[in-house]
């Protein structure tokens, strides 16, 4: 009886693991999007298996936070980016920071181009990589030596206090928060579609009325900035 209810309850609940399955973005992996969904599946038992009603957090968003974990999981094991290319992000944290410096401003990407001495097309490259492993770990990308967080639940509720958000330290956690609202407008939207609405590229673009390459690097850029403005915060 317990193998035919939870059976019933995976088939009800598997549009979850699509539309998680469908954000994940994958390079240099071994893995397709058949083997993403088949993980996902897994993660989605143990979110019925391990669900704890009385927490008073909403089924489907705690279930989309263990699909992807489990995904995420099993994609960290593989994905990878060259060390060419992390170090391309890496001066661009570099040039961006020093312009800024220098200029008491925020830079263009011309600017930038130019300061990194490569084109417009090699800078756009640059952010759809860390876009890349933004969708691999946001939470690791804007903090390099933190421990994983997630930022639905501060973008949800900013004064929330969960299991989730307690794997953040306060500091860090405050930091993120008033990085996420010195954001303009726009940046804030992009967030809101993708991690707390869970909207796919392909969605935000329609939204936008941009290609599903220009949100990926728009994705990086919003990145950058909150890096910065975190770092900057927590000085």
């Known amino acids: 009886m317990y193998k035919i209810k939870l059976e019933d309850k995976v088939l009800k609940y598997l549009p979850l693991v699509e539309r998680v399955a469908n954000r994940i973005t994958i390079k240099n992996t071994e893995y397709e999007y058949g083997d993403l969904y088949d993980i996902g599946v897994i993660g989605l038992i143990d979110a019925l298996q391990k669900f704890d009603a009385s927490k008073q957090v909403p089924f489907e968003r705690y279930a989309m936070i263990r699909i992807k974990g489990a ?60 876009h890349y492993l933004a969708g691999i770990s946001l939470e690791s990308t804007i903090f390099p030596q ?7 639940d501060i973008l949800e509720d900013t004064n929330a206090a969960n299991g989730e958000q307690n794997l953040l330290q306060q500091e860090e956690k ?17 967030l809101s579609l993708y991690y707390e609405q869970n909207a796919t590229l392909k969605e935000i673009a329609a939204v936008l009325d941009v290609s599903i390459a220009r949100v990926s690097q728009i994705h990086g850029k919003i990145i950058i900035k909150l890096r910065q403005l975190i770092k900057e915060e927590m000085k």
């Open 71 to 130: 995904i995420i999981d099993e994609v960290r094991k593989h994905a990878k980016l060259s060390r060419y290319k992390m170090n391309s992000i890496n001066n661009l944290y570099s040039a961006k920071q020093k312009l800024e410096q220098k200029l008491k401003r925020e830079v263009t990407d011309q600017e930038i181009s130019e300061e990194m001495k490569i084109s417009s097309t090699q800078l756009n490259e640059i952010y759809e990589n860390i």
């Open 146 to 152: 933190s421990d994983d967080f997630t930022l639905e």
């Open 174 to 190: 405050q930091a993120l928060i008033i990085a996420i609202k010195k954001l303009n407008q726009r940046e804030q939207l992009i």
